[in-house]
């Protein structure tokens, strides 16, 4: 975190909108590329909205509708000493562009023996809108690629805080920006001017002593519910933010876990094979002797996002579901 700054008001859209806004006015190398991302309608949600008007459309370029375009265009410009910013609208998208991300971006530094960087920050909205093909949190499979870090705020004031750690870094950033809170107008104190999050470093919002909730981008509120409840119940809940989940904060979560001896991990991605998986093993490897009770993953489940309302409630987790899992883990 950087020195104090003041403070205002921010949704997490316009934190992400501030920080672009910061970047592109502090560092001439910073650009940004994607579809219809310019005024107007500055982005399909409005995250880039008046930042054309404001740098020029050289600087806010909106691309064809070609996913493997903007990737492709974006490697080239970092490794010609730009930092460009891309965004691939959905996640689901990000299917398109991972051979390019991951076999030419994410190995570039170690196939030059560490001495070329690509400095290049990749957005893209992820979660439950509904639909299977607008919806999806394929986190894990980037997780599984060396070489690209990837970050996965659940607050304004992250959002701000990581996005321009992310473009002022030297290598690969996979920023995740969960769908509900893109487009929820709740407001939060976010700190002004050129504030920075460490990428790699969880938060703690809320301490406890019974059991430890894992947890990232749009599942932490859940938990966060989920422990306020619990706390009415006589449970004492941490609540950890995990916040990048590449590099992932070892330690903030084995210390938390060796306090509570019981964990639940949860998140928005399928339950099988999700980073949940990764986290679980971390800790029966860590603190197996230590542990009252096995970890237990909260998930959704292991099919397509659905359309229907009615399958929608029951596809992903929410904070009733991940208080019941705690509820077994104390008994």
């Avoid at 509708?65 to 903007?70: D, G, H, L, N, T």
Wanted: proline share 6%.
């Amino acid at each position: 975190m950087t020195a104090t700054h003041t403070e205002s008001e921010m949704t997490f859209g316009e934190a992400i909108n501030d920080a672009l806004d910061i970047a592109l006015g502090s560092d001439p190398t910073v650009f940004l590329l994607g579809e219809d991302i310019a005024d107007p309608p500055g982005g399909v949600v409005r995250l880039t909205q008046g930042l054309s008007t404001k740098y020029g459309t050289h600087r806010v370029r909106a691309t064809p509708i070609s996913e493997q375009a903007i990737a492709g265009a974006a490697i080239g410009a970092a490794l010609g000493g730009l930092r460009p910013v891309a965004e691939i609208m959905l996640m689901d998208f990000m299917t398109l562009v991972m051979d390019q991300l991951i076999n030419h971006a994410a190995k570039h530094r170690y196939m030059s023996g560490g001495t070329s960087h690509l400095p290049l920050t990749v957005r893209t909205r992820i979660g439950h809108r509904r639909g299977a093909q607008h919806s999806s949190s394929y986190e894990a499979w980037f997780m599984h690629a060396p070489g690209i870090k990837v970050c996965a705020p659940a607050t304004a004031q992250d959002a701000k805080g990581l996005l321009l750690s992310c473009i002022a870094d030297d290598d690969p950033c996979l920023f995740l920006e969960p769908t509900p809170m893109v487009r929820s107008r709740r407001r939060s104190q976010v700190p002004a001017g050129d504030y920075r999050v460490p990428i790699g470093q969880a938060a703690v919002p809320v301490a406890g002593t019974d059991v430890s909730i894992i947890s990232y981008g749009q599942m932490t509120p859940a938990a966060l519910d989920a422990a306020a409840t619990l706390a009415n119940e006589g449970i004492s809940a941490e609540v950890v933010d995990l916040r990048s989940l590449v590099p992932l904060d070892h330690h903030t979560v084995l210390t938390s876990v060796a306090k509570t001896r019981r964990a639940v991990v949860t998140h928005a991605a399928a339950r099988f094979a999700g980073p949940g998986a990764e986290i679980s093993a971390m800790i029966h490897e860590e603190l197996f002797g230590q542990l009252e009770r096995p970890v237990r993953r909260v998930a959704s489940a292991f099919t397509p996002v659905p359309f229907a309302e009615s399958l929608a409630q029951i596809h992903a987790p929410d904070a009733s579901t991940i208080a019941e899992s705690v509820r077994e883990v104390m008994t």
